[in-house]
Nanobody
């Protein structure tokens, strides 16, 4: 089993930065893809950034930077120049192995709330 625990959310003002952390534990093996997703009020969950076990990254915006510390089993999401539309619950995800990913290879954290206030 795999567990993910997010932290780092909170209330920030427009233009500020925030770094989210996700500690991953359990039976993690390669290849894998770790990512951050968010769900804004009234919207579906959407991808924000992903990083593969060989270091390839993707991000929906240059303001969001994903990184991982293998020694600490932690994935980070650095968010800069935050805007009100970034207000959402942010979730950490890990996909184990190659696609497709059944439920026993697709794991989610409980989420951390980010609120951007004007």
């Amino acid at each position: 089993q795999v567990q993910l625990v997010e932290s780092g959310g909170g209330l920030v003002h427009i233009g500020e930065s925030l770094t989210l952390s996700c500690v991953v534990s359990g039976n993690i093996y390669n290849p894998n893809t770790m990512g951050w997703y968010r769900q804004r009020p009234g919207k579906y969950r959407e991808p924000v950034a992903t990083i593969t076990s060989d270091g390839q990254t993707e991000s929906v915006a240059g303001r969001f930077t994903i990184s991982r510390d293998i020694a600490r089993s932690t994935v980070y999401l650095q968010m800069d120049n935050l805007q009100p539309e970034d207000t959402a619950t942010y979730y950490c995800n890990v996909l184990l192995g190659k696609a497709p990913w059944p439920a026993d290879r697709d794991f989610w954290g409980q989420g951390t709330q980010v609120t951007v206030s004007s």
